[in-house]
């Protein structure tokens, strides 16, 4: 064990202390699956035991929470059918991707909480699956989990690998430590060619290929049952605007321009969707500030007249909410957020984006849409107005933004078969 990986090791249980109240507030405020939570910390009972004996040899997956897991799940069903004896434990580490996952697990795959990454939990589950494979999706560089993959010489590699300015800057500052940890890495398959860069800066010796980004190979369920509005909103609205996964000031900013347009659009309503449904009573209480008529999804009880707003403080749901809207305005990008969210499900539905105009995270694929001229984009907040204006007025125009987006991201597809290529091969 290398120097700093032992003080890793040595001040970790000190650093699950400090944020082990988080973690016990997210797992009380939080929806989702948690009735196998223990595993987090690498606790399991006899019969979960026996279960995973089955998939030893299997490939382990790892996938942070739901956007992640949709991707995942999408790359597992296109490998079990090209590879027919292939067997697959995927992990999450948030409750909302457990439940996605287990909604969801095709035949041959079982899920499982990601331990935290303390030596001995990971050692433990290590020796619980016995896998023949890792695959990390996006970001998740945890020091014990791939220096016990490599310890055991089983290929290791991250796929859909991103990395944002932020995080560039951050691994620059601490090249000591991440350097070491990205060489352990048996292959890491970029979102794109300044991902691909951005790895290759820390660690030039690596085996790394830009893919390109598997959320463009997703697919929309044939079983897809849009929202019920009017279970919600009555006969009305005629125009629907989801506000997707939204962050603290994006709701305010959101809300308070819909209310103003109300006067000219008395047939439009609006569903919020907070990135963290644990932010339902927070906004709530936005929302009566403001004095519009709303109720909580998650509460599943029907108002008693129609509202003007939808709270879907709920998870699982976000594609048929934009299913059902009319314009799709995605998160963290408004009110001084300015990292972005996933712009290709709304556009794979063929839906009018609207979105801040600097979307740190999601520049690629926000560059793809706007070379499509597939974006409505707001610069300043005080453009938001006009931006909606103009979309509730003008259907054609919401139709040829949505059906440009859709047919941009098609022309992107093809990152999973290149992925599993690559992960095919790996030895």
């Given amino acids: 064990m290398g120097i700093i990986r032992l003080f890793y090791n040595l001040f970790f249980p000190l650093g699950v202390l400090f944020f082990l109240p988080g973690l016990i507030y997210k797992y009380r405020n939080r929806p989702g699956w948690k009735s196998t939570y223990g595993e987090r910390f690498a606790r399991y009972t006899p019969e979960r ?101 490599r310890n055991r010489n089983i290929p290791t590699a991250l796929v859909n690998a991103r990395m944002s300015d932020h995080s560039a800057r951050g691994y620059r500052r601490f090249k000591m430590f991440f350097s070491p940890l990205i060489r352990q890495l048996s292959l890491v398959a970029a979102q794109s060619e300044a991902d691909l860069q951005r790895y290759l800066a820390l660690a030039p010796e690596i085996r790394a290929v830009n893919t390109g980004n598997l959320k463009f190979d997703q697919q929309v369920p044939e079983n897809l049952v849009p929202l019920d509005t009017a279970y919600w909103f009555g006969k009305a609205p005629q125009t629907l605007i989801a506000a997707a996964s939204t962050h603290p000031g994006e709701e305010a900013l959101i809300a308070g321009t819909f209310k103003k347009l109300l006067a000219d659009h008395p047939e439009a309503g609006l569903v919020i969707v907070p990135r963290h449904a644990e932010r339902g009573t927070e906004v709530e209480d936005i929302l009566k500030s403001l004095d519009l008529s709303s109720c909580r999804k998650s509460l599943q009880t029907p108002p008693e007249v129609p509202v003007q707003v939808l709270l879907a403080d709920t998870t699982g749901e976000m594609l048929s909410i934009m299913q059902a809207s009319d314009i799709v305005i995605m998160g963290k990008s408004l009110a001084g957020q300015d990292e972005g969210h996933n712009l290709i499900e709304p556009a794979l539905l063929d839906k009018p984006i609207v979105t801040g105009a600097v979307l740190k995270n999601f520049r690629f694929v926000q560059q793809v849409l706007r070379d499509a001229d597939a974006l409505a984009e707001v610069h300043q907040d005080n453009e938001l107005a006009t931006v909606l204006d103009r979309l509730l007025r003008d259907e054609d125009t919401r139709r040829e933004l949505g059906k440009r987006g859709g047919e941009a991201i098609r022309k992107n597809a093809g990152a999973i078969c290149r992925t599993l290529d690559l992960l095919d091969d790996l030895k």
Avoid at 62 to 84: C, Q, Y
Avoid at 120 to 149: G, M, R, Y
């Fill in 49 to 149: 035991l026996k279960e995973l004996e089955n998939f030893h040899g299997a490939v382990w997956i790892h996938a942070v929470s739901v956007g992640e897991s949709v991707v995942a799940l999408s790359a597992i069903k296109t490998w079990l059918k090209r590879n027919p004896d292939l067997k697959v434990v995927i992990s999450t580490t948030t409750t909302t991707g457990q439940e996605l996952v287990r909604k969801q697990l095709p035949e041959r795959c079982t899920a499982i909480f990601c331990p935290i990454d303390f030596y001995f939990w990971v050692k433990k589950v290590f020796n619980i699956l016995q896998p023949s494979k890792l695959v990390i999706f996006e970001t998740e560089l945890w020091p014990n989990l791939i220096a016990e993959a």
